[in-house]
């Protein structure tokens, strides 16, 4: 089994910034696409932002230029570091990522963007 266990979740206010980590543990041989997704209040799941491998990386129009997607391989570990945090950034953010064919998703962390 695969298990995901995301941190760095809060309360900031607009313009902060704030840096979300997910690891990796269990039944892992090798780590593909990792990625992070946000849900809103009455919203649909969406990509927030992706990275292969490789290190190549895809943002979603809303995040690019402010938040900046990693990965350290050898800690089976990705980070999203998040920038200019606006109110509309307020969403329980997942990481996910794929093992073969399978894809796993973490238990969520909350960010509340909020004066």
């Known amino acids: 089994q695969v298990q995901l266990v995301e941190s760095g979740g809060g309360l900031v206010q607009p313009g902060g910034s704030l840096r979300l980590s997910c690891a990796a543990s269990?039944?892992?041989?090798?780590?593909?696409?990792m990625g992070w997704y946000r849900q809103a209040p009455g919203n649909q799941r969406e990509l927030v932002a992706t990275i292969s491998v490789s290190g190549r990386t895809n943002y979603a129009d809303s995040v690019a230029g402010r938040f900046t997607i990693s990965r350290d391989n050898a800690k089976n570990t990705v980070y999203l570091q998040m920038n200019s945090l606006k109110n509309e950034d307020t969403a329980v953010y997942y990481c996910k990522v794929q093992i073969f064919r399978y894809y796993y998703w973490g238990q969520g962390t909350q960010v509340t963007v909020s004066s």
């Open positions: 269990g039944s892992i041989f090798s780590i593909n696409d």
